[in-house]
């Protein structure tokens, strides 16, 4: 699939949208993924909330594990946060680890605007027989 | 630290907020948390999207890791999906699983109305010697 | 299966035998482990190796992962270590975290003598359709 | 540290002895290890033990995160197990995702002969004021 029906499914993440998410770029096996830092995504500690960055991976992780044209649910996810932001704006970018199969193995990393590690995402999904109800 | 500093504390999570990530019962090493799932929850495949439910539990392991007083910034998070859901009421209780030190360990598990697991998530803190910025 | 078939089957298993990992019990959805911590067990900072410990829970995971008679293989590990050991007994227990499906989530509590965790350990199989190759 | 010297202080790593795993490079954040396949890495059903998998990625992830000169303790590990092997030789490469701090992120890639991913694995360590004791 190509990143105009990649971004027109994905159009219809609404949770991504409410975290201000925005697709950038996507392909097969890849995708980029952008979020401007606003209070809103900031926790109790002033710092942005594991739970924005992780919804900013997550949807890059998403759009890239579905880019095979079959849906992908993601059953596990490991992320490491290693440093904190306040403000600016993060970048996702999630590739695939391994060739795609039933099961599949993709990295995300998400960096500030310095290119400096803020979190390493790894997730698996389970892949299943069923078409993205895309048109072709 | 009792339920009614830490609520208070942490009513200034404006990322749980705006998810609508609610406080319902903490105490030393524990905490309970709610979400009732709207359309704004779900992602492009018509179910709650990733973020929405880790969100949801990473509020419950901020609050049961911070309740010893002492800023825990997360550095680690597992999290498996293991039912998707798409309707009713979501909880995460957090839970400790070691004595708390320099570092902590905290597992989270998520259910629907039925009890049922939605998703288990695993979290590792790492104990500043700061203390939360709360009123005695 | 039952304990008497499962300790058969993964008699079999020559890496569990090479580290030292015994079985203790061993029923639907569970398995207990146990190793005997001796000195090549040990790392370069004189404490037990991590791939000792993780060998150990993995043991426990494979047995009560596979007990329902369906070939069960890991997919992905997640292993918090909480505590360093340099000697006594290391008891693994492994149990399930959902009904058994296509995928199954188990988490394992490996603890000392005291009961203390060591670590806690999380992991996912893919269930295949073949079964067990075991004698009824 | 360079890799004579940290050669030398792992080469009391007894458990990688046990399991087989060699060192093959070692530098500043970066160690390459080796396994050659030999029966008793086998599990019941045949393929490499996931222990055995670990304890190789989980040698180079120690002398990687050790390669500073500090203590470095692994707090926590991910490991995703994409392809089941039988035989011939896995290789181990750690590396590091961020700049050493008081936590450090690794993550290590073990491949067959062919360079096909067997297993991701992401690890994180918690880095004591404690010097490493070699001599200088």
Do not use: W
Not at 33 to 44: D, G, M, P, S, V
Not at 99 to 127: C, D, H, I, S, W
Request: charged share 20%.
């Amino acid at each position: 699939m190509d990143k105009q029906a990649l971004a027109e499914f994905f159009t219809n993440d609404r949770f991504a949208a409410l975290t201000g998410a925005e697709l950038v770029e996507a392909g097969q096996g890849y995708c980029k993924t952008r979020l401007e830092i606003r209070e809103h995504h900031l926790n109790a500690a002033n710092v942005v909330q594991g739970g924005a960055i992780f919804t900013l991976a997550d949807f890059a992780f998403a759009v890239a594990s579905n880019s095979h044209g079959k849906i992908a649910l993601a059953v596990n996810v490991n992320i490491s946060f290693l440093k904190s932001v306040t403000k600016g704006t993060l970048i996702a970018e999630a590739r695939e680890l391994a060739q795609p199969g039933r099961l599949g193995a993709y990295e995300v990393r998400v960096t500030n605007e310095k290119g400096e590690l803020v979190a390493q995402f790894n997730g698996m999904v389970y892949r299943k027989r069923e078409e993205l109800p895309v048109q072709a």
